[in-house]
């Protein structure tokens, strides 16, 4: 079965610092893979997604960037902290998006880890 | 582009309540439906799903029907248990982006 971990699950860190948070998947081969924040109160915001080793797409301009060095390794990284990134971090991972017979990309279901709490002082 | 819009929260209710949660959406083309829920300090778990128009999905007595033609996907429970208590977000799928759309999400309370 497939399985995913994030880590750390907690994280102070003071502003200025740098940040890297990581994720693993194991049990599958060549998954899309995505980073979403949650900040307190709100909704979950995607900042990045993988389809590939290498390849990443950034959602929203910000501070963090992403690597995907492996197969099924996604790391989200900040050079210096800002407090606006204090929130909760979810990575997560889907079998390759495809398309049904009605247009439309079928029961591609997202896999969350148990996430990444930061908080930046 | 695509958006989710649920019913704020909190939601109070007590043990055996029935319980509604307001989902909308706005897409192009036909995406898939999605419920999570997130239980206090942990990750996202899928709850259910539908794929297209009329499509019922259910779970653990939830259950959540695609109605396209009032772009709507509302979550029900006919008896909710104070272990209910959770984060529930309402998504669909981005085609473009190869990725999920998530509402805000609304917050259940279940009272004993």
């Known amino acids: 079965s497939q399985t995913i971990h994030q880590w750390p699950a907690t994280l102070v860190q003071p502003v200025g610092s740098p940040l890297s948070l990581e994720c693993t998947v194991e049990?599958?081969?060549?998954?899309?893979l995505y980073w979403y924040r949650q900040a307190a109160g709100r909704g979950l915001q995607l900042l990045f997604y993988?389809?590939?080793?290498?390849?990443i797409s950034s959602e929203v301009p910000q501070n963090l960037s992403a690597s995907r060095p492996q197969d099924r390794q996604f790391i989200l990284s900040s050079k210096k902290l800002l407090l606006s990134d204090s929130g909760f971090y979810l990575c997560?991972?889907?079998?390759?998006?495809?398309?049904?017979?009605?247009?439309?990309?079928?029961?591609?279901?997202?896999?969350f880890g148990a996430g990444s709490r930061l908080t930046v002082l | 582009g695509n958006s989710v819009t649920q019913m704020e929260g909190p939601v109070t209710l007590s043990e055996e309540a029935f319980l509604t949660i307001n989902c909308t959406y706005t897409?192009?083309?036909?995406?898939?439906l999605f419920w999570y829920v997130q239980y206090p300090g942990e990750g996202l778990q899928l709850l259910l799903k539908?794929?297209?128009?009329?499509d019922k999905g259910s779970n653990k007595g939830f259950e959540a029907t695609y109605r396209k033609e009032t772009t709507s996907f509302h979550l029900e429970k006919g008896s909710v248990q104070v272990s209910d208590s959770a984060v529930y977000f309402c998504?669909?799928?981005?085609?473009?982006?190869?990725?999920?759309?998530f509402g805000s999400g609304t917050r259940l309370q279940v009272q004993p």
């Open positions: 993988s389809v590939g080793i290498g390849q």
């Open positions: 998504a669909l799928t981005d085609t473009g982006r190869r990725a999920l759309t």
């Open positions: 539908a794929t297209k128009a009329d």
């Open positions: 897409a192009t083309g036909y995406p898939s």
């Open positions: 049990g599958t081969s060549n998954p899309n």
């Open positions: 997560a991972w889907s079998v390759r998006f495809g398309l049904n017979v009605w247009g439309n990309s079928g029961a591609n279901v997202l896999t």
